[in-house]
Protein backbone atom coordinates (compact mmCIF):
# COMPACT_ATOMS: atom_id res chain seq x y z
CA UNK A 1 0.00 0.00 0.00
CA UNK A 2 1.42 2.93 -1.23
CA UNK A 3 1.52 6.78 1.00
CA UNK A 4 -0.98 9.15 -0.28
CA UNK A 5 1.11 12.33 -1.36
CA UNK A 6 -0.05 14.25 1.38
CA UNK A 7 1.65 11.63 4.13
CA UNK A 8 4.33 11.37 2.11
CA UNK A 9 4.82 15.44 2.02
CA UNK A 10 4.59 15.45 5.69
CA UNK A 11 6.66 12.58 7.22
CA UNK A 12 9.08 14.06 4.39
CA UNK A 13 8.82 17.37 6.81
CA UNK A 14 9.66 14.99 9.92
CA UNK A 15 12.33 13.44 8.50
CA UNK A 16 13.64 16.95 8.51
CA UNK A 17 12.68 17.88 11.59
CA UNK A 18 14.42 14.93 13.20
CA UNK A 19 17.19 16.23 11.71
CA UNK A 20 16.89 19.77 13.03
CA UNK A 21 16.72 18.19 16.20
CA UNK A 22 19.85 16.27 15.94
CA UNK A 23 21.40 19.34 14.80
CA UNK A 24 19.88 21.34 17.46
CA UNK A 25 21.10 19.08 20.31
CA UNK A 26 24.58 18.96 18.77
CA UNK A 27 24.18 22.82 18.78
CA UNK A 28 23.77 22.71 22.48
CA UNK A 29 26.24 19.74 23.21
CA UNK A 30 28.85 22.20 21.32
CA UNK A 31 28.01 25.00 23.80
CA UNK A 32 28.00 23.21 26.71
CA UNK A 33 32.01 21.43 25.78
CA UNK A 34 32.65 25.18 26.23
CA UNK A 35 31.50 25.39 30.00
CA UNK A 36 31.89 23.67 33.22
CA UNK A 37 29.05 21.45 32.02
CA UNK A 38 30.53 18.56 30.52
CA UNK A 39 27.54 16.20 31.47
CA UNK A 40 25.10 18.28 30.16
CA UNK A 41 27.33 18.27 26.67
CA UNK A 42 27.22 14.39 27.17
CA UNK A 43 23.36 14.19 27.56
CA UNK A 44 22.72 16.50 24.42
CA UNK A 45 25.11 14.30 22.40
CA UNK A 46 23.18 11.09 23.43
CA UNK A 47 19.96 13.48 22.38
CA UNK A 48 21.51 13.93 19.17
CA UNK A 49 22.17 10.50 18.31
CA UNK A 50 18.47 9.33 19.37
CA UNK A 51 17.01 12.37 17.12
CA UNK A 52 19.02 10.44 14.12
CA UNK A 53 17.56 7.50 14.91
CA UNK A 54 14.39 8.93 14.71
CA UNK A 55 14.93 9.88 11.47
CA UNK A 56 16.44 7.08 10.02
CA UNK A 57 13.02 5.59 11.59
CA UNK A 58 11.22 8.07 9.05
CA UNK A 59 13.18 7.51 6.41
CA UNK A 60 13.17 3.60 6.43
CA UNK A 61 9.00 4.19 6.22
CA UNK A 62 8.61 6.18 4.04
CA UNK A 63 10.45 3.69 1.36
CA UNK A 64 9.17 0.60 2.78
CA UNK A 65 5.84 2.33 2.04
CA UNK A 66 6.97 3.23 -1.88
CA UNK A 67 7.50 6.65 -1.03
CA UNK A 68 10.13 8.88 -2.38
CA UNK A 69 12.31 10.17 0.37
CA UNK A 70 12.96 13.99 -0.38
CA UNK A 71 15.92 15.48 1.92
CA UNK A 72 15.66 19.32 2.66
CA UNK A 73 18.43 21.99 4.33
CA UNK A 74 18.74 21.87 7.81
CA UNK A 75 19.10 25.41 9.53
CA UNK A 76 22.42 26.09 11.69
CA UNK A 77 21.75 25.59 15.50
CA UNK A 78 21.99 28.41 18.03
CA UNK A 79 25.36 28.52 19.22
CA UNK A 80 25.06 30.58 22.52
CA UNK A 81 22.88 29.81 25.31
CA UNK A 82 22.55 32.21 28.72
CA UNK A 83 22.97 28.87 31.18
CA UNK A 84 22.31 25.44 31.74
CA UNK A 85 18.21 26.42 32.35
CA UNK A 86 18.47 28.45 29.24
CA UNK A 87 19.38 25.30 27.20
CA UNK A 88 16.59 23.00 28.74
CA UNK A 89 13.78 25.92 28.17
CA UNK A 90 14.63 25.44 24.38
CA UNK A 91 14.76 21.90 24.64
CA UNK A 92 11.89 21.32 25.86
CA UNK A 93 10.08 23.70 23.25
CA UNK A 94 11.71 21.89 21.00
CA UNK A 95 10.41 18.79 21.89
CA UNK A 96 7.08 20.22 22.44
CA UNK A 97 7.15 21.22 18.53
CA UNK A 98 8.18 17.85 17.65
CA UNK A 99 5.42 15.95 19.30
CA UNK A 100 2.92 18.45 17.73
CA UNK A 101 4.15 17.66 14.44
CA UNK A 102 3.74 14.31 15.15
CA UNK A 103 0.22 14.21 16.27
CA UNK A 104 -0.86 16.55 13.24
CA UNK A 105 0.54 13.46 10.99
CA UNK A 106 -1.36 11.22 13.39
CA UNK A 107 -4.18 13.04 12.54
CA UNK A 108 -3.44 13.15 8.78
CA UNK A 109 -2.81 9.31 8.99
CA UNK A 110 -6.62 8.71 10.79
CA UNK A 111 -8.52 11.50 8.27
CA UNK A 112 -6.93 9.06 5.15
CA UNK A 113 -7.68 5.78 7.15
CA UNK A 114 -3.88 5.20 6.47
CA UNK A 115 -4.26 2.32 9.70
CA UNK A 116 -0.30 1.25 9.05
CA UNK A 117 0.88 4.92 9.29
CA UNK A 118 -1.32 4.85 12.32
CA UNK A 119 0.57 2.20 13.91
CA UNK A 120 4.13 3.48 13.14
CA UNK A 121 3.43 6.77 14.60
CA UNK A 122 2.23 4.99 18.01
CA UNK A 123 6.17 4.26 18.58
CA UNK A 124 6.87 8.23 18.48
CA UNK A 125 3.56 9.49 20.38
CA UNK A 126 5.20 7.36 23.22
CA UNK A 127 8.63 8.24 22.32
CA UNK A 128 7.50 12.10 22.46
CA UNK A 129 5.84 11.35 26.17
CA UNK A 130 8.87 10.07 27.20
CA UNK A 131 11.31 12.64 25.62
CA UNK A 132 9.34 15.47 27.21
CA UNK A 133 9.48 13.66 30.31
CA UNK A 134 13.21 13.84 30.22
CA UNK A 135 14.04 16.72 29.87
CA UNK A 136 11.14 18.66 31.99
CA UNK A 137 12.06 16.57 35.10
CA UNK A 138 16.12 18.38 34.50
CA UNK A 139 14.37 21.67 33.78
CA UNK A 140 11.91 21.21 36.55
CA UNK A 141 15.49 20.32 38.77
CA UNK A 142 17.35 23.07 37.07
CA UNK A 143 14.72 25.55 38.26
CA UNK A 144 14.53 24.02 41.99
CA UNK A 145 18.10 24.94 42.69
CA UNK A 146 18.27 28.59 41.14
CA UNK A 147 21.90 29.62 41.40
CA UNK A 148 22.67 26.54 43.61
CA UNK A 149 26.23 26.12 42.32
CA UNK A 150 26.62 22.65 44.54
CA UNK A 151 23.17 21.59 43.53
CA UNK A 152 24.19 22.31 39.67
CA UNK A 153 27.36 20.49 39.75
CA UNK A 154 25.37 17.70 40.81
CA UNK A 155 22.93 17.66 37.82
CA UNK A 156 25.65 17.89 35.26
CA UNK A 157 27.16 14.84 36.57
CA UNK A 158 24.08 13.47 37.03
CA UNK A 159 23.20 14.09 33.41
CA UNK A 160 26.63 13.06 31.98
CA UNK A 161 25.65 9.10 33.60
CA UNK A 162 23.13 9.29 30.73
CA UNK A 163 26.30 8.84 28.39
CA UNK A 164 27.45 6.10 29.81
CA UNK A 165 24.04 4.22 30.51
CA UNK A 166 23.89 4.77 26.50
CA UNK A 167 27.06 2.96 26.03
CA UNK A 168 25.94 -0.19 27.80
Known amino acids: MKLSSKLEKVLNDQVNLELNSAYA ?35 KYIV ?8 QAIAEPKRDYKSPLDVFKASL ?15 LAG ?17 QVEEERNVSDILAKLELIGDNRGALYQIDKQAGRRAEAAKS
Do not use: P
Not at 33 to 56: L, P
Not at 93 to 107: L, M, N, P, R
Not at 113 to 121: E, M, R
Open 64 to 71: ERGGRVTL
Open 25 to 59: YLGMAAYFEHTAFTGFGKWMEVQSKEEIGHADRFF
Open 93 to 107: GHEQKVSAAICAIYE
Open 111 to 127: DEKDYATLSFLKWFLDE
